[in-house]
């Protein structure tokens, strides 16, 4: 079993800039077992892919909306992957959660479909 726990979420103005946190923890956790996610679901839309990192090889993925803005990195030694989020839209505004699976290969490592265990989300609100 894998706990996540997101922080990091916040008001932010257009433009602006957010760091958000995913701790892990879990008997055997490690960043080279398990690939991580972030989602994100505004309200009334589905919950979308933001960005994935492979635990096997390393390979990251980023949805289109948010690439050269957003940068996913992890801290092995505090088992905790970040999201640093700059340029920060309106349209960004989401609840952010953090996931963590097996996935290998870019369908499922983009989609909820390759992840197993999901954080509780952190809302992220950019003021226009």
């Known amino acids: 079993q894998v706990q996540l726990v997101e922080s990091g979420g916040g008001l932010v103005q257009a433009g602006g800039s957010l760091r958000l946190a995913c701790a892990a923890s879990?008997?055997?956790?490690?960043?080279?077992?398990?690939?991580m996610g972030w989602f994100r679901q505004a309200p009334g839309k589905e919950r979308e892919f933001v960005v994935g990192?492979?635990?096997?090889?390393?390979?990251?993925y980023y949805a289109d909306s948010v690439k050269g803005r957003l940068n996913i990195s992890t801290d092995n030694a505090e088992n905790t992957v970040y999201l640093q989020m700059s340029s920060l839209k309106p349209e960004d505004t989401a609840v952010y959660y953090c996931?963590?699976?097996?996935?290998?290969?870019?369908?499922?490592?983009?989609?909820?479909?390759?992840?197993?265990?999901w954080g509780q989300g952190t809302q992220v609100t950019v003021s226009s």
């Open positions: 996931a963590a699976g097996g996935c290998r290969g870019t369908f499922y490592c983009t989609t909820h479909h390759g992840y197993d265990y």
């Open positions: 879990g008997r055997g956790f490690t960043f080279r077992t398990y690939s």
């Open positions: 990192l492979r635990w096997d090889d390393g390979s990251t």
